[in-house]
């Protein structure tokens, strides 16, 4: 140990100082610039698109002109021009920037990106700056505006103070200074991951009357927007398990435009000419929105506006094909409003294939079949004949096979005489009620087609063709059959009443959709129910959409409770005053026997008040209100949703319930933003591919 020599001795080491600075590249970020905008706005490409085109500008490959497509694949990006293009309709062209610096705007906070030459010369000096630490380095922006680099954290762009001066003026530090700011991490702006990329369904969505959609006057291409965006949010919400588990991708949406190929046939010129130069601007909004009713209730208009959503549907089905060789999902198809109602009349006048006609026909006799047993047994029993049924059954009659019987073969059959007189006086009126009514058909003025069904026994006289009233069109064939068609605040209903179909026939069904839903806002002063067509006898409240976080909303709640509270304060009062009534008028007991109880003893004492008094005055306890009530059996309302409820409402907000009519407009067009409606159409899309929410909501069936 002693012999062993001892290693020299080191330096001790450097006293703890600053750390020296080191260079770390900027990570670019790829924005948009937002077109048709007054002021300059730059939007991020989602950090799945963003990283995408950082991988084709790294590959070298803008140089081969490549296009890269984002957004869903809704638009293109053409990497060499820095352009961004939409893909299924038609919008202004949009600047595409690589950006790693930004400068503060004049007129709000948003930050705006330098040019991505301007940008490396700022990166350079910034790289010379952090290396030798030699910081207040001064650049002049193409602009001749001055960016001074004082350290890591502070930078400031200097707007130079305009001034006349006929030698040229130079650039100074004078002026507001604003922020500059290095990497998209350093600024205020939020950047979406991107859609999931498989599409499992396609939605086309057509718009109602006008350009404008909202009550922000955005177009269809904008509110079809917030719809995708709301439902990408409900999906992580409400469908969690399925995504984790990589069953479900998202439902893509796209929107369908025919106003503007309907105002580009010249008819504005023409109305132009005839309107009146007084309240202009009420004038021309009437000429651009409300005349598209009245446009598509003429045959020559009503044509364009067919043609172009038909074939607008049929070119963004194949486009989208073309794009997504391997999309396997189905189709679906939504109106707002008028829009609606232009799908309802396409929707009707499609040629189902033959076998699936034929089945359909099938279906519609075997359903006609079970009617008509059912409704033989409500002969009987309104005849107070039901202890024969069983007889009828036997012999496999129906209510038709029934108006053709003779005495003798109820005879046949073993139907005693006293029953059997009381069945041939109940034909032989209703032979005779049917006679009245087709002569009174027979007359000018009334129609005599058949059920839509084509049925045309003595049942369904009373349903008219759901075609009843069409404006006379060739409507085209769409190249799919959709899945379900969703009608947003539709006036369906009132049109199909104004053109003369009181009613629906139960086993009509649309030839090539078998899914239906109409959903509504309860102020909407546009929409109108479909079920009351169908079941026209039954009084019944519209299926209520659940709330989408799965409670109905808190003032609905009150309210309900409330209501409740009052009708059974009502209903104790009512029954205390006759309790009180019985006690005024009631008459002396008569003497009670021996053997008989306490209970007999009132039982015959209440029988006396009743036959010396008379019953109490006419007091019946109020009954709870509709939506308070639990439906006691299941409401048949027909085929036209393969059996399923069609008419839902939305809750209407707090604030809204304070005044109806003020919100009304709003509640015509909220359903682009309502989570509760896209909800909804998620819930029953997926539900055609065995896939249900994480947790069923409460009232939903």
């Known amino acids: 140990m002693a012999g062993r020599e001892q290693p020299p001795e080191q330096p001790p080491p450097p006293a703890p100082g600053p750390a020296e600075p080191r260079y770390e590249a900027v990570a670019p970020h790829w924005f948009y610039r937002k077109a048709g905008e007054p002021r300059e706005r730059w939007v991020p490409f989602s950090a799945q698109d963003s990283a995408r085109l950082e991988e084709a500008h790294g590959a070298g490959r803008e140089k081969e002109d490549v296009v890269v497509p984002t957004s869903g694949g809704r638009y293109d990006v053409h990497l060499k021009q820095r352009q961004r293009v939409a893909v299924y309709w038609e919008e202004e062209v949009s600047e595409v920037r690589r950006c790693t610096w930004f400068y503060k705007g004049d007129k709000d906070n948003k930050y705006i990106p330098y040019s991505e030459t301007f940008s490396e010369e700022l990166e350079e000096a910034y790289m010379i700056a952090v290396t030798l630490d030699e910081w207040k380095k001064k650049l002049e922006s193409p602009s001749r505006e001055i960016i001074i680099l004082h350290n890591p954290k502070l930078m400031v762009h200097y ?72 439902s990408l949010s409900m999906l992580q919400a409400h469908f969690k398990k399925a995504q984790e588990q990589e069953q479900i991708g998202r439902v893509e949406f796209l929107p369908v435009n025919w106003h503007s190929s309907l105002h580009s046939t010249g008819v504005d010129v023409d109305l132009e000419r005839i309107t009146l130069p007084s309240i202009n601007r009420l004038r021309h909004f009437i000429n651009d929105t409300i005349l598209d009713v009245f446009f598509y209730n003429s045959s020559t208009y009503c044509q364009t506006i067919v043609d172009t959503v038909a074939s607008e549907m049929n070119r963004l089905y194949q486009l989208f094909l073309q794009r ?44 006609s079949s079970n009617t008509g047993v059912e409704e033989l047994k409500e002969i009987l029993k309104k005849l107070e004949l039901s202890e024969y049924c069983d007889v009828f059954e036997k012999e496999k009659m ?67 063709d759901i075609g009843l009233g069409q404006v006379s069109a060739n409507y085209p064939q769409l190249i799919y059959k959709p899945t379900i068609f969703f009608a947003f605040g539709s006036p369906i209903g009132m049109f199909l009443t104004v053109r003369g179909v009181k009613r629906i026939n139960p086993n009509y069904s649309l030839p090539t959709c078998k899914g239906f839903f109409n959903i509504f806002h309860p102020f909407d002063p546009v929409a109108y129910r479909i079920e009351p067509m169908i079941v026209p006898d039954v009084e019944f409240e519209p299926m209520l959409l659940p709330h989408h976080k799965g409670r109905k909303r808190m003032h609905l709640e009150l309210k309900e409770g409330l209501t409740r509270m009052s009708v059974d304060l009502k209903n104790n009062l009512l029954g205390s005053l006759r309790v ?7 008459a002396p007991l008569p003497a009670v026997e021996a053997g008989s109880t306490d209970v007999e003893a009132e039982a015959e004492a209440e029988a006396s008040v009743e036959k010396q008094t008379g019953p109490p005055p006419d007091v019946k306890p109020e009954e709870p209100p509709p939506a308070a009530k639990e439906e006691a059996s299941p409401i048949n309302v027909g085929r036209l949703n393969g059996g399923n409820r069609i008419d ?32 909804l159409v998620l819930k029953e899309i997926y539900q055609t591919q065995g896939i249900t929410l994480d947790q069923p909501l409460p009232g939903s069936q």
């Open 159 to 230: 707007h130079p103070v305009a001034t006349s001066d006929d030698w040229g003026s130079t650039p100074t530090e004078q002026g507001r200074p604003r922020t500059v700011k290095r990497g998209v991490e350093n600024i205020a702006v939020e950047i979406p991951n991107g859609e999931p990329l498989q599409i499992d369904h396609l939605v086309f969505v057509v718009h109602g009357i006008g350009p404008a959609c909202d009550i922000r006057f955005r177009s269809i291409v904008q509110c079809v927007n917030d719809f995708r965006n709301v």
């Open 648 to 679: 839902y409402v939305l809750q209407e907000k707090p604030i809204e319930s304070f005044n109806e009519y003020l919100f009304a407009l709003q509640g015509h067009l909220c359903y682009w933003e309502s989570e509760d409606t896209v909800l």
């Open 580 to 586: 009180a009534w019985q006690s005024f008028t009631r």
């Open 398 to 464: 129906d209510r038709e096979a029934l108006f053709l019987c003779t005495e003798e073969n109820l005879k046949e059959v073993g139907i005693p005489l006293g029953p059997r007189m009381k069945i041939l006086n109940y034909i032989s009126s209703k032979k005779e009620m049917q006679g009245v009514s087709e002569r009174s058909a027979a007359a000018p003025g009334h129609s005599g087609q058949t059920g839509p069904d084509g049925t045309g026994d003595s049942r369904d006289c009373q349903y008219r």
């Open 324 to 367: 997504n060789p391997h999309f396997k999902g189905g189709v679906s198809i939504a109106g707002h409003s008028l829009g609606s109602l232009i799908l309802f009349d396409l929707l009707t006048n499609q040629k189902a294939a033959p076998e699936e006609d034929e089945q359909s026909r099938e279906g519609s006799r075997t359903a």
